[in-house]
């Protein structure tokens, strides 16, 4: 927290926040990506028809890999994308770098990377087939926004360093895990996972990193200009 004091007038300048405070807002963002809350019923899916012919997704629409139909899957992908965008910036990955050096006791880089794999690469409360793709949707996303904060030079090495090694355990945990016995759905999404890893521990400019999907603009809704016609 802090405020532009001037010389005098007695107010705070800066002050980090409790621990305890950082640890519950990152919780509350990391509810907004659970699947049950990104799942789309199937009764409200049924009411949403392929545009018109005439009629072009514009700004206030969600973005679709499915052509003229609503996708629910990458409408999901974009409400994760704009919280993970935040959580793994790279001015904020330093930041968190910076705050455990000076301040031991308070939450780091690697914990605050460790509540996200918790909250998706560890996350076992996924029941139905859209919850378990949305799941690996996450884990994708947050793999590659850990690909970008390795290479990323804007960020301080540390931060560099520690979303490597966060690679890294993702990389030994699909190797213990992929012996088990899975669905052909998610030895796919593993196999591919193992590619990923593979390529960018070797080159990392051979990896590919796609852009993430943005959400519709939102509120105001509207057109980009408004004209007043005055009598």
């Not at 378990?132 to 949707?137: D, S």
Request: hydrophobic share 40%.
């Amino acid at each position: 927290d802090y405020s532009y004091a001037m010389r005098g007038d007695g107010q705070l300048i800066v002050k980090q926040i409790a621990s305890e405070r950082q640890v519950a807002a990152i919780k509350a963002l990391l509810k907004t990506i659970q699947p049950k809350q990104l799942v789309i019923s199937e009764k409200i899916l049924q009411l949403i028809p392929p545009k018109p012919i005439g009629y072009q997704k514009g700004r206030e629409s969600f973005k679709s890999r499915t052509g003229l139909t609503f996708d629910p899957l990458t409408a999901a992908e974009s409400a994760s994308a704009n919280t993970l965008s935040l959580l793994f910036h790279p001015e904020r990955a330093t930041r968190l770098v910076e705050q455990k050096a000076r301040f031991p006791k308070m939450i780091g880089l690697s914990e605050m990377i460790d509540m996200v794999l918790e909250a998706t690469w560890l996350n076992k409360s996924s029941k139905t087939e859209m919850e378990k793709e949305i799941n690996r949707t996450n884990q994708k996303l947050v793999l590659q926004y850990l690909f970008q904060l390795a290479s990323n030079k804007n960020a301080c090495s540390q931060a560099n360093a520690i979303a490597l090694l966060k690679i890294e355990e993702i990389q030994d945990w699909i190797n213990r895990k992929i012996l088990m016995g899975f669905d052909i759905n998610q030895k796919a999404h593993f196999h591919y996972v193992l590619r990923q890893i593979d390529l960018f521990l070797r080159n990392p400019s051979d990896v590919e990193i796609p852009q993430a999907i943005k959400m519709p603009d939102g509120s105001p809704i509207g057109m980009f200009q408004c004209w007043n016609k005055l009598d």
